[in-house]
């Protein structure tokens, strides 16, 4: 059966003693919580049968077992986690009750609770007793047999008792541990403020609190790790025990946040890690079995200063479950001081490192701030940068002017039989930018030695070997100007914190001064260049003509390029003739004069023509642009040609060109190319402009002459006709025009009238009016009948010209005494009568004379009445436009002609003349105006 223990039993005489002598030891038993547990199994071994025995202790997260078998020897404790209410433990810890199993098999339904063992060979009979005091269960106790109702209530009371005392005793023990703890804690956090305050040197002061720690809490490893500022790793700085502190030192040892491990999972997430068993954690991954291979669990604590993590406090024991909570409070205690330790020896080390950095970047800029040349201060940067830094190789590249190119300027370091290697060694743009250094890049690049074969050509990788190297890009404006070259035998780790923001200051320094010197450099070249460019333009001006001046330019290009022959092509018509050829050269012949080269032809010429921009070929054998006669005749190798460009047009081309590539290409012989390419072009166009000039003179002399001769074809002053008022207005809309008008005095008092219009404008259809007007001057005196003279004046017309010209002409015959008209029209019907009965037109079929030979005219006949106008015009008067492009029109002629009636004929000419010419506006006339105004006038009044 089983029962529970509720009262007191009378013991036997030998028992008592017993237990009275076991509880003295315990009083007496050491701190040692596995003393204690060894002595209370020794004294329930010897108060009972042969049982197996278990002590249970209870702790907040788990339990740990410690079991003997019936022979007294020790089982290796285990750990497990331990339900509040689940089996005969839980009960026992819950109640505090002690239990008296006579016989599982028989009690199993009457027991409070069932076993949650699982055991291969259960016990038959047992006994339960927790270890209690001031009413909190440290533990249980059990005694086991495999025999049932071994147990009896005696022993059952003189268990109780043992645990009683026994629990007493581990309070005892572990109230006085806790104290030692804490004073060891307190003792150990004063040590290491005391330390943060005088060590100012952080890996000093880390390498002292890692030993402190280990010395004073007797742990198997402690090491710290402190975050890279800008980075995403966190560096090893110091850790207990010589061997791992140096070994990882030198290594450079670091870990990244996102890899797997304890360390960078506390690093990224900010909170503490504890590993009871570092052999089941998944994120547990070894520093260094060889190194520590009795690590067993782990506690990584993060470094936080507010919520920045600086790094952190990883400790590692040889016990699984070592660190309780006791342990976890100091150790992040133990993690604030270091994170403020940490803190102000970076503060420290920062002005430390700024005021070295700002020192050294003085001696740099003093260095060279009187440094005028540019190959001065690349030597003096690769010379006082491994003063300064400790490197032990120091190389800077040029980015060359002449192409997307970096040639090396100076060396320091490099071993001899290597320098002339490394002089011949280009990087091209494409190999800048495999090493991370592509453009706008702004951070050094660091290759570790492993790295340099890949990214680095064969001869810069021997050159170069170290553990790291570091390359800098040299900006000028945002632009980089160079590469600054440094090999260091230490850590990358190192190299990032102590003397990598040392050297990209040199590198900012070196840029600034190099780019001073490339300025005065280039302020010279431009000197210079603008000298032999203002001796060019003196030597041209003073040149008579323009073959004068080729000449001096083709002489001068040679002679300030040092080039072999230079030769001056200019357009001739859809293709470039050689106007002048001057060579040094004795062995190199000019190019001819009746040398041509075509678009079509000659490729180069094509590109040079799309492009208007200078096209340099330092291999022409093998370019394509010229024919294989082609590139006999001229015998060179490299050339350079420039576009000689007049305003918008190409008008010429100048060649240089020499047997060796060896400066064809330079940026200063282009620049003075290209200035004296300008200077062509402008004495060229110079000459255009001039011929034009004076083409434009010339032209304008002979119109000028022309305008007089034509307006002396018109009559030089107007007929008198008694009756009669004559006006005429003739208006070219160039210089010289086609219309005309003319007057033939007749037998009879009659009078011819002729107004044409040639159908051309200019000089051409100036030269068509005088035959037509001396054409018709011999007609009318033989033949005065309009419709007849305008039949023979056609005909002499087809007889004389075989041009495509024609003129629309209007002849009429005014007979004074009789006030009639006679007309015909050869084409031009613009003529009307207008009075106080209104307007008339006065018009007849007939063609343009000059076209047909059977042209026929029909003669019409009309009086005119007193106070009435004859007006016959062209169709500059009716034809004129405004500037929105609409027509004068007759509509406004004869509104004009009503408006100024009973006006004289010279008013009523000048009235439409300004109608028409307000109309225009500032639109240009774009027809000849000829205008004829004939009035009869009226009959005088009658005396008074």
């Known amino acids: 059966m089983s029962e529970t223990a509720a009262g007191l039993h009378p013991l036997a005489g030998q028992a008592l003693v017993d237990l009275q002598v076991a509880s003295q030891a315990l009083a007496r038993a050491q701190i040692d919580e596995e003393s204690v547990l060894t002595f209370l199994r020794q004294q329930v071994q010897h108060l009972l049968p042969p049982v197996r025995v278990h002590i249970l202790l209870f702790f907040a997260e788990n339990s740990q077992l410690f079991a003997w078998n019936r022979r007294g020897e020790a089982l290796p404790p285990s750990y497990f986690e331990t339900a509040a209410a689940q089996g005969i433990i839980g009960w026992l810890r819950e109640t505090k009750e002690a239990l008296l199993v006579g016989?599982?098999?028989?009690?199993?339904?009457?027991?409070?609770?069932?076993?949650?063992?699982?055991?291969?060979?259960?016990?038959?009979?047992?006994?339960?007793?927790?270890l209690v005091v001031a009413d909190e269960a440290l533990g249980a106790l059990s005694a086991q047999s495999e025999e049932p109702d071994v147990f009896t209530p005696d022993h059952l009371w003189q268990l109780r008792i043992l645990a009683n005392q026994a629990a007493a005793a581990l309070r005892a023990g572990r109230l006085l541990r806790s104290e030692r703890w804490r004073a060891n804690e307190l003792q150990t956090l004063a040590q290491i403020t005391r330390s943060v305050v005088s060590i100012l040197d952080l890996d000093a002061l880390l390498s002292h609190i890692v030993e402190v720690i280990e010395q004073n809490f007797g742990f198997y490893h402690v090491q710290i790790f402190v975050v890279e500022k800008g980075s995403d790793r966190a560096l090893f700085r110091a850790s207990s025990g010589?061997?791992?502190?140096?070994?990882?030192?030198?290594?450079?040892?670091?870990?990244?946040?996102?890899?797997?491990?304890?360390?960078?999972?506390?690093?990224?997430?900010?909170?503490?890690?504890?590993?009871?068993?570092?052999s089941i954690d998944p994120l547990y991954v070894p520093d260094d079995p060889h190194l520590l291979p009795n690590t067993r669990s782990e506690i990584a604590i993060p470094l936080r200063l507010e919520e920045e993590v600086l790094g952190v406090l990883d400790v590692q024991s040889a016990k699984t479950n070592a660190f309780g909570p006791e342990d976890l409070f100091i150790l992040?205690?133990?993690?604030?001081?270091?994170?403020?330790?940490?803190?102000?020896?970076?503060?420290?080390?920062?002005?430390?490192?700024?005021?070295?950095?700002?020192?050294?970047?003085?001696?740099?800029?003093?260095?060279?701030?009187?440094?005028?040349?540019?190959?001065?201060?690349?030597d003096t940067i690769v010379r006082i940068t491994?003063?300064?830094?400790?490197?032990?190789?120091c190389a800077l590249w040029l980015r060359s002017a002449a192409g997307p190119i970096y040639q090396i300027a100076s060396e320091w370091g490099v071993p001899e039989e290597l320098k002339s290697l490394l002089r011949k060694?280009?990087?091209?743009?494409?190999?800048?930018?495999?090493?991370?250094?592509?453009?706008?890049?702004?951070?050094?690049?660091?290759?570790?030695?492993?790295?340099?074969?890949?990214?680095?050509?064969?001869?810069?990788?021997?050159?170069?070997s170290a553990d790291v190297v570091a390359f800098m890009p040299l900006l000028a404006k945002s632009e980089c100007i160079g590469l600054l070259a440094v090999s260091l035998t230490e850590p990358e780790a190192h190299i990032s914190q102590t003397r990598l923001p040392l050297l990209k200051g040199i590198a900012d320094q070196a840029a600034s001064a190099l780019e001073n010197a490339q300025l005065i450099a280039a302020q010279r070249q431009e000197a210079w260049i603008n000298t032999a460019l203002l001796q060019v333009a003196e030597a041209m001006g003073r040149a008579r003509d323009l073959p004068e001046t080729l000449d001096i330019v083709a002489r001068l290009t040679a002679a300030l390029s040092g080039l072999d022959r230079c030769t001056i092509f200019l357009r001739h018509g859809d293709g470039f003739q050689a106007a002048i050829s001057h060579a040094l050269a004795r062995d190199l012949p000019p190019i001819p004069p009746?040398?041509?080269?075509?678009?079509?032809?000659?490729?180069?010429?094509?590109?040079?023509?799309?492009?208007?921009?200078?096209?340099?070929?330092?291999?022409?054998?093998?370019s394509g642009f010229f024919s294989p006669a082609w590139l006999q005749a001229m015998r060179v190798n490299a050339l350079t040609a420039l576009p000689l460009i007049a305003g918008d047009e190409v008008v010429g081309v100048m060649v240089v060109d020499e047997v060796t590539p060896q400066r064809i290409h330079t940026p200063r012989l282009l620049d003075i190319l290209g200035g004296i390419a300008n200077q062509a072009s402008v004495a060229i166009e110079r000459a255009r402009l001039h011929r034009a000039e004076f083409e434009q003179q010339r032209i304008a002399t002979e119109l000028n002459l022309a305008h007089n001769i034509q307006r002396g074809f018109l009559p030089e002053s107007l007929p008198a006709l008694p009756g009669y008022e004559i006006a005429a207005l003739w208006e070219p809309a160039r210089q010289i025009g086609g219309d005309f008008y003319d007057f033939f005095p007749l037998p009879d008092g009659r009078?011819?009238?002729?107004?044409?219009?040639?159908?051309?404008?200019?000089?051409?259809?100036?030269?068509?009016?005088?035959?037509?007007?001396?054409?018709?001057?011999?007609?009318?005196?033989s033949d005065p009948a309009p419709a007849a003279a305008l039949q023979r004046v056609n005909t002499a017309i087809l007889d004389t010209t075989y041009s495509d010209m024609f003129v629309a002409l209007y002849y009429a015959v005014l007979d004074s005494t009789q006030h009639s008209l006679c007309y015909a029209s050869g084409g031009h019907g613009l003529a009307l009568a207008a009075g106080a009965a209104g307007a008339r037109f006065l018009r007849g079929r007939g063609m343009v004379l000059g076209v047909l030979a059977d042209a026929q005219a029909e003669e019409h006949s009309a009086q005119l009445a007193a106070d009435e106008y004859l007006i016959i015009y062209t169709d500059g008067v009716t034809d004129a436009v405004n500037e929105a492009l609409e027509t004068y029109d007759e509509e406004r002629l004869l509104a004009a002609i009503q408006q100024h009636a009973g006006c004289t004929a010279t008013e009523m000419l000048q009235a439409i003349h300004a109608d028409v010419r307000a109309w225009q506006g500032a639109a240009p006339p774009f027809d000849d105006f000829t205008l004829v105004i004939v009035r009869r006038l009226p009959p005088p009044a009658p005396a008074a």
């Open 332 to 378: 992040n205690a133990l993690a604030d001081t270091v994170a403020l330790a940490v803190t102000n020896a970076q503060l420290y080390a920062r002005v430390q490192e700024d005021a070295w950095i700002t020192v050294a970047l003085l001696e740099v800029a003093e260095a060279t701030n009187h440094l005028t040349e540019l190959q001065e201060v690349s």
């Open 594 to 622: 009746t040398q041509r080269l075509h678009p079509d032809h000659t490729p180069l010429l094509e590109h040079l023509l799309a492009q208007r921009a200078p096209i340099v070929v330092n291999d022409l054998q093998n």
């Open 103 to 130: 016989d599982f098999h028989r009690d199993w339904e009457a027991l409070p609770a069932r076993p949650s063992y699982d055991n291969p060979d259960p016990p038959r009979a047992a006994i339960f007793v927790p």
């Open 425 to 464: 060694q280009e990087l091209s743009e494409e190999a800048v930018a495999r090493l991370g250094l592509a453009a706008g890049e702004t951070q050094p690049r660091l290759l570790r030695s492993q790295e340099l074969d890949e990214q680095l050509p064969p001869i810069l990788a021997q050159a170069l």
């Open 242 to 278: 010589d061997q791992t502190h140096d070994l990882w030192r030198q290594m450079g040892r670091s870990v990244q946040l996102h890899e797997k491990g304890i360390i960078p999972w506390v690093l990224s997430h900010g909170e503490t890690l504890v590993a009871p068993d570092v």
């Open 386 to 393: 491994p003063m300064l830094t400790g490197v032990t190789l």
């Open 751 to 781: 009078l011819g009238i002729v107004v044409a219009d040639v159908a051309d404008k200019g000089i051409p259809a100036a030269l068509y009016m005088a035959l037509c007007r001396t054409v018709m001057r011999l007609v009318v005196y």
